[in-house]
């Protein structure tokens, strides 16, 4: 690491000097909101954007997503280092997963070689890909090919720089179908489980054997998804909006219609994140 990372309490989670000895580290890394001194040197300039997470910052890029079909400059899509960059060669291909180290502008982008089942893939240089990342509420793609790999000092990639990205705003993307398990607590404090069977950033259709809840009625939720291989636990707010008696599922008979309240930007940008890979084919369900 080229300087210390601190967490929102301020307490150093990585020193500099540090080594990150996988991908998979560096992907959990980066699932944080993680911070560094402004005094203490960084990355070359102009040679990547800022490690640092900023919550000023999500805020800025959810609430500014482009419109459906928009074209957008690589350098000005928010992109981080650490963000993941899926890369597929044709839509029946293997999709390889990449984490952003840098990018130099009209020169390059640099990511880290991905890996298949923990052994590196092994890419030629003018292969060409399809590359996607997820950034702030859209999905972003471009054309591009390995212009370099390399091993020195590490196993990374040179990506060719996109002149322009096609981007898709997904804040009112449809929901995805999932099988969740989900821990609820109602207004009274009552302690229930369920499945989420559907999922958006905007909100969720939930099962459950019982009814504990009517219209209206706002509900304390608890489950676990898995982004890019990490496992995240959501602890979110939602309001009842209706609530449904299906005869014919002995399962979950009642459906609940729930709204997300008040969702905290990183537990947002989670749900998204997810969708997005819903949509994109990386899982099913959890």
């Known amino acids: 690491m080229p300087f210390t990372l601190y967490d929102e309490e301020k307490t150093a989670i990585r020193l500099r000097g540090d080594t990150i000895v996988s991908q998979a ?33 999500d805020k800025a890029r959810a609430k500014t997503a482009p419109a459906r079909g928009a074209e957008m400059a690589f350098d000005s899509s928010g992109i981080r280092v650490g963000d993941p960059i899926q890369l597929q060669s044709t839509p029946a ?3 390889y997963t990449s984490l952003l180290i840098g990018y130099l502008k009209n020169r390059s982008v640099i990511v880290t070689q991905p890996e298949i089942d923990g052994e590196l893939a092994m890419l ?4 060409a890909f399809s590359a996607r990342f ?21 196993p990374l990639l040179h990506l060719a720089y996109p002149r322009d990205l096609k981007v898709q705003e997904i804040r009112r993307a449809p929901r995805v179908a999932v099988d969740v398990i989900v821990a609820v607590e109602t207004p009274g404090g009552e302690l229930h489980s369920g499945k989420l069977l559907d999922l958006s950033t905007a909100g969720a259709g939930l099962g459950a054997r019982k009814r504990f809840a009517d219209k209206g009625d706002v ?22 909006r209706n609530v449904v008696h299906r005869v014919d599922h002995a ?10 309240v008040d969702l905290e930007e990183g537990t947002l940008l989670v749900l998204a994140a997810y969708v997005f890979g819903a949509i994109v084919g990386e899982h099913t369900g959890n």
């Open 25 to 57: 580290a560096l992907g959990q890394l980066f699932s944080q909101n993680v911070y560094r001194l402004e005094q203490e040197p960084a990355l070359r300039d102009g040679l990547g954007v800022m490690l640092s997470r900023q919550p000023s910052a």
């Open 93 to 95: 291909a293997p999709r």
């Open 124 to 127: 030629r240089e003018g292969q």
């Open 134 to 154: 997820f950034s702030g509420r859209s999905v972003f793609e471009f054309p591009t090919s390995v212009l370099k790999q390399t091993n020195v000092p590490y």
């Open 219 to 240: 509900l304390r939720l608890k489950f676990k998804l898995a982004v890019q291989g990490i496992d995240t636990y959501i602890v979110a707010t939602a309001e009842v």
């Open 251 to 260: 399962q979950t008979p009642y459906l609940y219609g729930l709204h997300f």
